[in-house]
């Protein structure tokens, strides 16, 4: 089955569709995306390590899921629908942190990253079972270390999630709200 991902214009409006393994390229045109940031009883946020065999960003912590909605799905379902394939936790209490926030990163091997990716936040009460294919390895987090190591190491995160963290943090939103 091809999972395919809804390429965007210029007013984030849907222009078409393209193969998820074709879409990543040294020239990945603008695509719709969302990243969500679990949350636990403690008050723990969820990074996840992604897999070495990931195209883009292979071995960077990052935050707890990111995914594409499929053409046609919510951004909701779509959270839903990757929480439970990447890290197999079922969430509850989805919320948005940020409605339009979008990037344009390169990693070291030339691969852009070019989303328009809302942000959300999510709750659980599981322990994560991450897929192998996806998520290496993975630590709850206190908000507090997470803004933290990200200010003195931001090379060791993902780019999304550090604009991300940024662009919360300036809009004085909480994760954990």
């Not at 630590?139 to 190491?153: A, G």
Request: with cysteine.
């Amino acid at each position: 089955m091809i999972e395919e991902v809804v390429l965007l214009d210029g007013q984030h409006q849907p222009s078409g569709t393209m193969d998820k393994a074709l879409v990543h390229s040294g020239h990945t045109p603008l695509h719709l995306a969302f990243s969500c940031y679990i949350r636990n009883d403690r008050g723990e946020i969820l990074l996840t390590r992604r897999a070495l065999g990931k195209v883009a960003w292979p071995g960077v912590w990052t935050n707890s899921v990111c995914g594409h909605p499929l053409p046609g799905e919510s951004l909701q379902a779509a959270v839903l629908r990757r929480c439970q394939y990447e890290i197999g936790l079922s969430v509850e209490n989805i919320a948005s942190l940020v409605d339009e926030f979008q990037y344009c990163a390169t990693d070291a091997s030339g691969i852009v990253e070019n989303e328009f990716c809302p942000i959300f936040t999510a709750f659980t009460g599981q322990t994560p079972a991450p897929r192998e294919s996806e998520v290496m390895d993975y630590q709850w987090v206190k908000p507090e270390d997470l803004l933290s190591s990200v200010r003195t190491t931001p090379w060791a995160f993902s780019p999304w999630m550090v604009l991300q963290l940024g662009q919360i943090t300036e809009k004085n939103l909480s994760l954990l709200g």
